[in-house]
Structures are given as C-alpha cells and as structure tokens.
C-alpha cells in the first residue's frame, strides 16, 4: 500500500513562506487523487487543497491565492508550497491520498484510505 511522509513544517513569521513536502513510497500507479488536509487541537479537519491524476487542482477559500498544491511524478511527491502565510494557518499539515484519477469530493476526509502523520505549521505575528 501507498506509504506517505510529510515534511518541510517549521515555524515561521506572518507573511513568510513555506513548502510542505509528501513523499510517497510503494506507489501502484498514478492514479490518485492527492489532497491536504489541516487540524488544529478539537478542530475537524479541514480540506486544505487537492490535485487529482492530470494535475487539475482545487483549493478551499481560506487559502485561495496564497497556496500552491503541485507534484512531481517522477518523485512520487507532493508539494504545498504556503505564501503570506498568517497566524490562523497555523495547524498541523496532513497528506491523503484515495485512488481515484479524479478528486470527488476530496472536501471529504473519510473517503482517503491513506494518510501521512503529519507536519506542523506555526506561523507567528
């Protein structure tokens, strides 16, 4: 099965920048669709961005602008790169993957049957 690591969290100023790395090991194919996911203590988690097999992506309105979700194939790796961050984007930062070439409903965080642990992302004012 899909193994998924998270990476790339730190603390940072508002304003500031910074990108979440999710590499993927023990990949089947490429047809997934790839989602992040963001929680904060007694919070649900909340959708964050998705990109599905052909690259098409989409991002909730909280961070619209300002996020950026990519991979790269070759390197069975997702990205998230984070600009103007603020303090309520502070969370810890999941990835998720379900096989599917498309992403429906990827607001839906039970329908991914692969999650990373986790990477923290602290952003100061």
């Known amino acids: 099965q899909v193994q998924l690591v998270e990476s790339g969290g730190g603390s940072v100023q508002a304003g500031g920048s910074l990108r979440l790395s999710c590499a993927a090991s023990r990949v089947p194919n490429r047809r997934l669709c790839m989602t992040w996911f963001r929680q904060i203590p007694e919070k649900a988690r909340a959708w964050v961005a998705s990109i599905d097999t052909d690259g098409r992506t989409g991002y909730a309105n909280s961070v619209k602008g300002r996020f950026t979700i990519s991979k790269d194939n070759a390197k069975n790796t997702l990205y998230l790169q984070m600009d103007s961050l603020k303090p309520e984007d502070t969370a810890m930062y999941y990835c998720?993957?379900?096989?599917?070439?498309?992403?429906?409903?990827?607001?839906?965080?039970?329908?991914?049957?692969?999650w990373g642990q986790g990477t923290q992302v602290t952003v100061s004012s």
């Open positions: 998720a993957a379900v096989y599917s070439y498309s992403c429906y409903n990827p607001q839906r965080d039970e329908i991914y049957t692969h």
